[in-house]
């Protein structure tokens, strides 16, 4: 009789926890699918503008009412492409398909650009995610040039990329000779995608090299970090430790440390080393204990901006990092990484940041920054806010 009693509980359980994983996996399907629903209606609602002005437009933001477009050579041209490659990712609807390869080859230029470093975000967004799910053959030639235009801004004597030229606009009023910012950490993938394709490992020597140098001069002891190290080209020695985007120099802008802890998440996949693993876990673990963090998971555009709570949340820097702890729990500490990129992507989804459908210029999340200090892009939506959040999602769907 106890046996039986035995028997008859342990099934319970079972039954239980099935029927609880089962309700869980049901909630996460639900979620996704339903964010992509409603995504696939605001860009079709993009594509329909686009298609009425008669021209190939790549939208970015909307501000007062009108939706704003940039040319193929400013550093967000690749996220609207990016973000029809994961929309057919997502649908599995080739007409996502036929879309996404037309805005993606419209950026056919871009392969040679050298005056600023945003050419690993413009093509991995836009070719990468193409070559990824087309197998579009010419698409490797053009990673393999833009690996080398990006190349070209390697300075060999400070072991660094430089991320911007200083001879024009607010970048040469600063006395920068040498800056590289944080964001930089991202053109990497590219440089490794290169080697890949090309097995030419001056790429990825680069790449590391870089990565190297940032770990050493852009972190402060907890792991935080400075937005522009400004080097000595010739040396490598610091000049300046500063910031463009954030509060203050010694402050830590909330897209950068994003961008640090998914740059690291990537360096780690791609050389199996340790250290850079251990790195984007501190940089996590700066945003995670922060007493400035909102218990939504949504930063303040910098951790240290004076007036909190009264400052303007950063979307996008909650998007890039969701997409970050989802690949990084798939290194290490599954659970803990996973729930924060969950709790992350189910506060963007929340009527607090997505828009309503046919509103927002047809973007997905509202309540971004582009940046503060330039009083440009505030509080609204952003292109590449959209494009990591739809990348969590499929990270999130691939993790089920
Ligand atoms: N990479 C520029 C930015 O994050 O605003």
Not at 181 to 186: A, F, T, V, Y
Not at 204 to 229: C, G, K, L, P
Not at 383 to 400: C, M, P, Q, T, W
């Amino acid at each position: 009789m106890k046996k039986v009693v035995l028997f008859t509980t342990a099934i319970s359980i079972m039954l239980l926890a099935f029927s609880c994983r089962k309700a869980a996996q049901k909630g996460t399907d639900d979620l996704i699918s339903e964010n992509v629903a409603f995504v696939a209606g605001q860009y079709a609602r993009h594509i329909a503008a686009i298609e009425d002005s008669g021209r190939l437009l790549n939208p970015k933001t909307f501000i007062n009412g009108k939706i704003r477009y940039i040319k193929p050579q400013e550093w967000t041209s690749g996220f609207f492409p990016g973000s029809l490659w994961y929309l057919y990712e997502l649908t599995g609807d080739s007409v996502w398909k036929r879309r996404a390869i037309r805005f993606t080859e419209a950026l056919d230029t871009i392969q040679y650009l050298t005056n600023h470093h945003d050419v690993g975000f413009m093509i991995g967004s836009s070719y990468g995610n193409g070559l990824r799910l087309s197998g579009n053959e010419p698409y490797k030639a053009v990673i393999v040039q833009a690996a080398k235009s990006l190349s070209t801004r390697f300075r060999p004597g400070a072991g660094i990329i430089q991320s911007w030229n200083t001879d024009r606009g607010w970048q040469s009023e600063r006395g920068w000779e040498c800056p590289v910012i944080i964001d930089n950490m991202m053109n990497l993938e590219l440089l490794f995608e290169a080697t890949k394709l090309s097995g030419d490992s001056s790429f990825y020597r680069i790449a590391v090299t870089h990565a190297d140098n940032t770990i050493r001069n852009q972190f402060r002891s907890d792991y935080s970090t400075w937005h522009v190290i400004d080097y000595n080209p010739n040396d490598g020695s610091v000049r300046n430790k500063n910031t463009a985007q954030g509060y203050a120099h010694e402050s830590c802008w909330s897209r950068g440390q994003a961008w640090a802890i998914y740059g690291f998440t990537v360096c780690f996949r791609e050389t199996g080393n340790k250290k850079y693993l251990e790195q984007a876990e501190k940089a996590f673990e700066f945003v995670a204990n922060h007493p400035n963090l909102p218990a939504d998971g949504v930063p303040y555009w910098d951790y240290n901006a004076p007036k909190i709570p009264e400052e303007l949340r950063d979307a996008s820097a909650a998007a890039i990092m969701a997409s970050a702890l989802y690949e990084l729990s798939t290194y290490s500490n599954r659970d803990y990484y996973k729930g924060w990129a969950d709790k992350m992507v189910a506060s963007l989804s929340s009527p607090a940041y997505r828009a309503k459908p046919g509103e927002n210029g047809y973007f997905i999340l509202m309540h971004a920054v582009g940046s503060i200090p330039h009083n440009n892009e505030i509080d609204v939506p952003l292109n590449y806010a959209d494009y990591y959040f739809l990348e969590a999602l499929k990270r999130k769907h691939d993790l089920k």
